[in-house]
């Protein structure tokens, strides 16, 4: 993709239906592959990283038929089969390490990799637990980076204290314990979508009375139809956009805020925004709403602890709503930004003080300044693709606007963006 320039155009009205959400997306993908039937997916995100897992699927025997509006997933009669070739997760951490975990319990062997930028992603972290219930997994650095060598092997049961809460991390363990048991415990919860999912699917996973997620083996999964939840982290884009250009009015139909991972609608509402939750409903396993939001000026707050992990994803664009608020944000415990595609908390700091907005690094986060930020902007996205877009909401409401290079990795989770972002402008 060429560079794009992003400048003000007056404000973002309108009705806008988002993309389907890429966790669910994913996981009913791969728990569907391993369920007893066929089952339909209705509002599949049509991306990068989805397609990545899909076509890992497919390496296996699973056939994933697309139907316009849904996708048929139907496992092979005999279970999955072994890979013929090196499957590519292309730059989708979530492919790999759900992978990993559904892999490591499976026979045969496979070998995963990705591009330039996943294979420098730690892996570690979700192969250490594994081998600790006997699988056999080698790689790069001592297998904490890909290309991984996964052998299929009968796993053990094993509790799994986990010192940082990740989704991904909790997934993997339990796709690998489905036949052998696991029992997991994070710090704090992460996004649940797995846990509603495998419950939805027939599994018993039960929470016990000091925090640990203990899932019993032998279970076969039911096939779940799935109506996939619009993506609240694609949303978070247009509620700031939305709050931070004068004029806004936007409605958001359909958007998962499944409270695991809606930190972001709570951090706004920190912040002042004028953000309203309509019709809530629940769609399947997974809670949803319309949103409406319309411009306000916002004000410093503080997103740590619990409420940071619930908006990690969203952390680089509230970055950009902090820009533009009254008054001193502090985002904190947030070190997990540093290993995402990026590091995301170094490269949001370069692009807030390219927009002259005063800001402090710090190793789990930043201190913002608000204010006013001023352009010309120049950033380079480097591959990330919600730096792309966190950076695009700011040269839309910023004066000068902003140019951004390596920004083609929207394609990974919302490939419509920047199509989007010039449809709701003025109104359009």
Known sequence: ??????????????TLHLPGDKSVSHRSLILNALAGGPARVE????????????????????????????VLVTPPPGGLAEPSDVVDCGNSGTSMRLLTGMFAARSGHAVLTGDASLR???????????KQMGAQIDGRAGADRAPLSIRGAELTRAQHDLTVSSAQVKSALLLAGLRSGVSVREPRQSR????????SMGASLREDSEGWLVLSPGAQLEPLDVVVPRDLSSAAFWLVAGSIIPGSDLLLPGVGINPSRAGVLDAL?????????LDRREQGAEPVADLRVRHAQLVGAQIRGELALRCLDELPVLAVAAAFAVGETVIADAAELRVKESDRISRVVEGLRELEVSVEEQPDGMNIEGGRPRGPAHVDAEGDHRLAMAFAVAGAAASGGVSLTN??????????????LRRIRGGE
């Open 407 to 420: 920004a083609d990795s929207v394609e990974s989770s919302y490939p419509t963006f920047f199509e989007d």
């Open 1 to 14: 993709m060429k560079p794009v320039r992003v400048e003000p155009a007056g404000p973002i009205r309108g």
């Open 192 to 199: 649940d979508h797995t846990e509603r999912m495998l419950r």
């Open 120 to 130: 420098q992603r730690p892996m570690g972290r979700v192969v250490r637990p594994l």
């Open 269 to 277: 509402a920190a912040m002042g925004a004028d953000i309203q939750v």
């Open 43 to 70: 509002g599949l995100l049509r991306s990068g990283d989805v397609h990545a897992t899909a076509g890992a699927l497919r390496a296996c025997g699973v056939s994933i038929r697309d139907e316009g509006a849904a």
